[in-house]
């Protein structure tokens, strides 16, 4: 349930911002599956550097798209992310 209204939200937030993004065959929609939404955004990593006792954090493999589908799923989900 939580599976589906999370995909619902993405779909009726890329409808709202008329907005599209690449399903798994390069094709431009605005209603991509979840199960793609998440092989996209698994990619993301966090990257944790020590250097003279500082902790420098930055975000790895992230890209336009992705940075687009992190910012339509609303502000818990950009601070995770971003």
């Known amino acids: 349930m939580i599976y589906s209204v999370a995909e619902w939200k993405l779909r009726e937030k890329l409808k709202e911002k008329g907005e599209i993004i690449p399903d798994q065959l390069k094709k431009q929609t605005q209603k991509p ?3 793609w939404v998440f092989t996209l955004i698994r ?8 250097m003279d006792s ?3 954090i930055e975000i790895a493999n992230m890209n336009e798209v992705k940075n ?3 910012r339509l799923m609303g502000k818990n989900c950009e601070r995770y992310y971003l």
Do not use: D, N
Request: positive net charge; glycine residues 0%.
């Open 33 to 35: 599956t979840l199960k």
């Open 54 to 56: 500082k902790v420098i």
């Open 43 to 50: 990619e993301i990593t966090e990257i944790k550097t020590e």
């Open 68 to 70: 687009k589908i992190v």
